[in-house]
């Protein structure tokens, strides 16, 4: 079976030049680790100790005794759907709004990116004064000043709101990137095609969704994928803001993964947890390549 | 006159088709309402970036006492001395700025090969390369910590910009053979077949034919991962020891004292002069990034 | 093909596996006076210390003196100050059987297991030989002791722990200095209808909230609790453990600390206090510069002062007697202890405490008397002095104490309970619970 072969006349050697060498880093830098990882998994290992082979003991640890394990990953799922909708929902209206605009389209694309760039514990740091209630923080400022008073409250502190809290600032830092990619997409989009369809009366919606949005759909498909895989790895953002906290209120899988490690030293029992987390991000990827592909062949 | 409702949707208003006669008069409407929305969300985005600015200018004294949100009282660059006494800032920006660029140039490199030799090449097992690649896409980067640091120990390679570089090449080579992928997807097969027939093999193809043609993924590729590489704090705190070699984040933690004390003004006032640099860059690159579009605008 | 592939991958795994816990060859953690001669090269010092905090600025000026003598010898000061980055660092070392030749540990089981294994030099018979074990503060080396008593690590510090407090805030609540830890509680609510926050607290950090839960028990039953706590065998269910977990409950009730303490960092908190916001603030000596120099807040300046930790009715431990860290200790790695080594800590660590006493903090000997800085409040004298006074015993911080993961998860249990999230019953079965699942792994 030859999928997709544009090139009629190329030699085995060429592939091989082609594909050895980033197939090399990349096994040496991501793929043997993983190996490493699911192999240390089955054992019990505190990084000094000698290894003792547990067998399937850490997944059963981690299926049935681990009431905070399963809290992170309820935590998780929460957090990745609100940094994609903020994320992807985001980028997508914004870069629809872009192309409208005749003027100014640089320097706001530029802006629109720039939370990208400030480094995680400065925005983890901010964000910590912005939810603040004690200095009153911004968000509580404005609560007050639109006559939501009563909304006020500790949003880091309160187990309610904490997750949400840790979430949104992950998503507004990457609106900007996926808004780049998709508005790069979007531009590419044939103007006479848009033409013709708007001559032949069609609004703004359906030029959307018949025009533009099938002909950037494999553009969404990465956009998305990244985005979820970029959410189910989200770290540095709650790790610095709350630990985790209060309680396992903003605990995510990563999180909980990464204190196993380096703060309990329990190598084992943090690879099994990252086993799951690989299996998880697998199941999603292939569930949003299920979703949008079949809708695109439909 | 027509009721303009609310768009329920994004991104545009959800108008119903209207008789052509009316139609010119809804985009100077919805441009003015496209406007007041991306003015919202410019504030948003670039309000953190002002008042992070604004408080590298406050009075360590200012910032402890006042409101952090009001406008400063007075300005000082006393900070800006502070940041510079306390770290090694020069050196830190160099550093950051070897492994950004050492790490985009295997990352955009490797890339494109690899999406070459899947996409327009193709092979037997393309599918499961594919795949294999996918993986390294969604594993959270901390799985690869411990396992790393023990090769990295045994093959001598701690401590090296190497060891940074690497891992940061390697856990991004992945979105950038699927972005370069998408993207070779759209480049007409016939382009090749002519090619092909002119008697060009997959190397000059790959020279003459898709390089140029990729510049402007190239440029997305550099940044998106410009602007995770030059943040990336794990890597770096895990492999790197010495002072000579800490880049961006690991500087930042200089300023950490005793039992987690922060000289906060200080910091920020660091934190500026450090994203100044890929501010600079992404600048620059935004602007070819806009050539890039317009100059490969056929394809497709 | 591809199980081939796996195959081969698994044994280089594994390969690499056991080279990197085959813990190379025995060394001997006893033998503190190699024989040979000194050979001058570059060491490494892994350390959690400010980068330019006192004792790595007077490391450095001893190790260029001595290396003027010794040509080619260097330390490299390798500081990472934040503790968990440090931590991870100091285990990913560890695990790659990567250790310099010096690195900073504080007493947790993780640095026994080290020790146990042979990795680090014994510290007291190291300090006996070089002639300076007598010079510390029995209380700074105790700091440093496991369980058993074994002293592997060199204290550099010496700190204790106040209860500073604003003066003009309690008289506006008309309270006084709570003459026993049981008085808190109801001095919380009466600042706090004051319109007063009570306590500040650094919630971000875990450590500071931490502290609390170890009072009640170190009054209730002494030193003794935390260590059988740790094993699982003493209990939250137990007297001293019940009255903490109320205790802390109480303190919750009473809204002690700010509002959203729990997301709020180190210097918000002090902030608060030296702002004239917050009532009173838990904190050492390491911030003497800040609380009783003229650096402090003019505002607040004359209101300041402390008490020490309260006792409590029927306490076995006496009032002199409270948290008193030495901080982070210096461990000496065995595997690569040579006369080298040996020759420049005994040239350092004799030299080191008149150096650090010169910068107006206290030294973990006794040997040198503090400076007291030109800018200084009276205050600042008063601090110093409670370290001639002290009892025998001392208040452990109990995030040295615990596994780490009973540590992590006690830290965030406390923010619940304070927070009233969950009861006193929830938390102490929660806690045991871990305890039981956790201590065994660490305490073999």
Redesign the interface.
């Known amino acids: 079976m030859l999928p997709t072969r544009m090139l009629p006349n190329r030699s085995r050697t060429s592939v091989l030049v082609f594909l050895l060498p980033p197939l090399l880093l990349y096994c040496a830098a991501v793929l043997f680790p993983i190996l490493q990882s699911l192999f240390l998994s089955f054992f019990s290992w505190n990084g000094i100790s000698d290894m003792e082979f547990v067998g399937l003991a850490n997944y059963a640890r981690m299926f049935t005794k681990d009431d905070v394990f399963w809290r992170a990953f309820l935590n998780a799922l929460l957090y990745l759907a609100i940094c994609l909708v903020l994320q992807l929902g985001g980028a997508l209206v914004v870069a629809s709004l872009l192309t409208s605009l005749r003027r100014g389209r640089e320097l706001i694309k530029t802006l629109y990116l720039l939370p990208a760039v400030i480094s995680t514990v400065a925005i983890a740091f901010l964000f910590v004064r912005i939810y603040s209630l004690e200095p009153v923080g911004l968000l509580n400022q404005l609560l007050q000043s639109i006559g939501l008073g009563s909304l006020e409250r500790p949003w880091l502190s309160d187990v309610n709101t904490v997750l949400a809290a840790v979430s949104a600032p992950e998503g507004w830092r990457f609106t900007g990137l996926y808004m780049l990619i998709i508005y790069a997409a979007l531009l590419a989009v044939p103007k006479e095609l848009e033409e013709a369809a708007v001559l032949d009366g069609a609004s703004r919606w359906t030029l959307f969704t018949k025009i533009r949005f099938p002909y950037i759909r494999p553009v969404w498909i990465t956009t998305t994928i990244m985005a979820t895989t970029y959410g189910l790895r989200g770290f540095d953002i709650p790790y610095l803001m709350t630990n985790g906290g209060p309680g396992q209120s903003s605990e995510l899988l990563t999180t909980y993964m990464y204190k196993t490690a380096f703060t309990s030293t329990d190598f084992g029992y943090a690879s099994t947890i990252s086993v799951f987390i690989v299996v998880e991000c697998l199941v999603a990827v292939g569930l949003i390549l299920f979703l949008l592909k079949r809708k695109s062949d439909a | 006159m027509i009721t303009q409702t609310a768009p329920p949707t994004p991104p545009a208003a959800a108008v119903p088709p209207k008789p052509p006669a009316k139609r010119r008069r809804r985009p100077d409407l919805f441009r003015t309402l496209s406007r007041v929305l991306i003015m919202l969300i410019m504030i948003v985005q670039v309000y953190p970036l002002a008042w992070l600015f604004l408080t590298s200018l406050r009075t360590e004294h200012d910032f402890a006492t006042g409101d952090p949100f009001a406008l400063p009282g007075a300005l000082t660059w006393e900070n800006y001395a502070r940041a510079f006494e306390t770290g090694d800032l020069g050196r830190n920006i160099l550093n950051s700025f070897v492994v950004t660029m050492g790490a985009n140039i295997l990352i955009v490199l490797l890339g494109m090969m690899a999406a070459y030799a899947i996409q327009v090449l193709g092979f037997r097992l393309s599918k499961l390369v594919r795949g294999l690649f996918l993986v390294g896409i969604i594993v959270p980067v901390q799985i690869a910590l411990v396992p790393l640091f023990i090769d990295y120990a045994a093959v001598n390679l701690l401590d090296t910009y190497q060891s940074m570089i690497i891992p940061l090449a390697g856990f991004s080579l992945p979105m950038s053979v699927y972005l370069f992928c998408s993207f070779y997807e759209y480049i007409p097969k016939e382009t090749y077949e002519a090619a092909s027939l002119d008697g060009a093999g997959p190397y000059r193809i790959f020279g003459l034919i898709t390089l140029p043609l990729s510049l402007n993924t190239v440029v997305t590729v550099v940044l998106v991962n410009s602007i995770f590489i030059w943040n990336d704090f794990i890597f770096a705190n895990t492999f790197v020891l010495s002072e000579e070699l800490k880049t961006i984040p690991l500087g930042l933690q200089n300023y950490i004292g005793a039992m987690g004390k922060v000289d906060w003004t200080a910091t920020f006032a660091a934190v500026c002069v450090t994203i100044t640099p890929l501010l600079l860059v992404f600048l620059v690159l935004n602007k070819a990034m806009i050539q890039g579009l317009e100059s490969g605008a056929t394809k497709g | 093909m591809k199980n081939l592939f796996?195959a081969a991958?698994?044994a280089?795994?594994?390969a690499?596996?056991?080279?990197?816990?085959g813990?190379g060859s025995p060394t001997s953690s006893t033998n503190v006076a190699p024989t040979g001669d000194i050979k001058p090269r570059e060491i490494?010092w892994?350390l959690s210390?400010?980068?330019?905090?006192a004792v790595i600025n007077i490391m450095k000026k001893l190790a260029d003196d001595y290396a003027k003598d010794h040509p080619g010898f260097k330390l490299?000061l390798?500081?990472?100050?934040?503790?968990?980055?440090y931590?991870?660092?100091l285990?990913?070392l560890?695990?790659?059987?990567?250790l310099p030749e010096l690195f900073d540990t504080d007493a947790t089981p993780?640095a026994r297991?080290?020790a146990q294994?042979g990795?680090m030099l014994d510290g007291e018979k190291l300090l006996k030989t070089l002639g300076i074990y007598d010079k510390y503060r029995p209380g700074a080396l105790d700091y440093q002791r496991f369980d058993d008593g074994s002293l592997y690590m060199i204290p550099f510090q010496f700190e204790l722990e106040f209860i500073w407090y604003n003066k003009a805030l309690l008289q506006k609540a008309g309270v006084a200095v709570p003459k026993s830890l049981d008085d808190i509680p109801a001095m919380c609510t009466a600042l706090r209808s004051a319109g007063i926050?009570p306590i500040a607290v650094?919630?971000?950090?875990?450590?500071p909230l931490e502290r609390y839960v170890a009072y009640q028990p170190f009054r209730e039953a002494g030193p003794d609790f935390v260590q059988k706590l740790k094993k699982g065998e003493a209990k939250f269910t137990d007297p001293a453990g019940q009255k903490t977990v109320n205790w802390l409950a109480e303190l919750g009730k009473a809204k002690c600390f700010?509002?959203?303490?729990?997301?709020?960092?180190?210097?918000?908190a002090?902030?608060?206090f030296?702002?004239g916001?917050a009532a009173m603030y838990n904190i050492?000596t390491?911030e003497l510069p800040s609380l009783a120099t003229d650096k402090l807040?003019p505002a607040v300046r004359d209101d300041i002062d402390f008490f020490t930790l309260p006792t409590t009715a029927g306490s076995v431990t006496a009032a002199n007697e409270f948290v008193s860290p030495s901080g982070i200790g210096m461990a000496v790695n065995a595997k690569t202890y040579d006369p080298l080594v040996s020759d420049f800590l005994k040239f350092a660590l004799q030299k080191y405490p008149a150096e650090y006493a010169a910068t107006g903090v206290l030294s973990p000997t006794t040997d040198v008397e503090t400076t007291v800085p030109a800018n200084a409040t009276p205050l600042y004298r008063k601090a110093l002095d409670q370290a001639k006074d002290l009892g025998s015993k001392q208040a452990m911080p109990w995030d040295t104490q615990l596994?780490?993961?009973t540590?992590?998860?006690l830290?965030?249990?406390l923010?619940?309970l304070v927070?009233g999230?969950?009861t006193p019953q929830q938390f102490a079965e929660t806690m045991d619970s871990t305890i039981a699942?956790?201590a065994p792994?660490f305490f073999k």
């Open positions: 796996r991958a698994v280089a795994v594994t690499l596996a056991l080279t990197a816990c813990s490494s892994l210390r400010p980068a330019d905090g490299n390798i500081t990472t100050p934040d503790r968990p980055s931590i991870q660092k285990e990913t560890a695990a790659a059987n990567k993780f297991q080290l294994q990795k926050t650094d919630g971000q950090d875990q450590w700010q509002d959203g303490f729990s997301a709020q960092g180190y210097s918000d002090q902030n608060q030296t702002s916001q050492g390491w807040n596994d780490p993961t540590n992590g998860r830290q965030q249990e923010v619940l927070q999230e969950i699942q956790n792994k």
